[in-house]
């Protein structure tokens, strides 16, 4: 069984630093593809990063691009986002999720796991 677990969403202040944690169990992810999305009240999901967990290959959505730094740790099955500068309107719940394929993407029905989220909230 496969399993996502997101942690180190939280409340901060403008301008402050989140690093978010994805831990991963029931799958050999050495050939996918972990993606990280947000989805805040009354928008759709959309895309922040991916990386391919062979070799590190990284994937940015370009209205975050400079503020993000997407990394695994492949002896703990875990996925990292740093996210640096936040601003109000990163306030969202953040997702990880898997790609079942080498192929780095953006698209969130491109993915076929997903974790529960974690909420992010920055103030102004």
């Known amino acids: 069984q496969v399993q996502l677990v997101e942690s180190g969403g939280g409340w901060v202040q403008a301008g402050d630093s989140l690093r978010l944690a994805c831990a991963a169990s029931?799958?050999?992810?050495?050939?996918?593809?972990m993606g990280w999305f947000r989805q805040a009240p009354g928008k759709a999901r959309e895309f922040v990063a991916a990386?391919?967990?062979?070799?590190?290959?990284?994937l940015y959505a370009d209205s975050m691009k400079g503020r993000l730094t997407i990394s695994r740790d492949n002896a703990k099955n875990t996925v990292h986002l740093q996210m640096n500068s936040l601003k109000p309107e990163d306030t969202a719940v953040y997702y990880c999720?898997?790609?079942?394929?080498?192929?780095?993407?953006?698209?969130?029905?491109?993915?076929?796991?997903w974790g529960q989220g974690t909420q992010v909230t920055v103030s102004s």
């Open positions: 999720a898997v790609r079942t394929s080498r192929v780095l993407r953006g698209t969130p029905n491109e993915y076929d796991y």
């Open positions: 029931g799958l050999t992810f050495i050939n996918y593809v």
């Open positions: 990386i391919r967990w062979s070799g590190g290959t990284t």
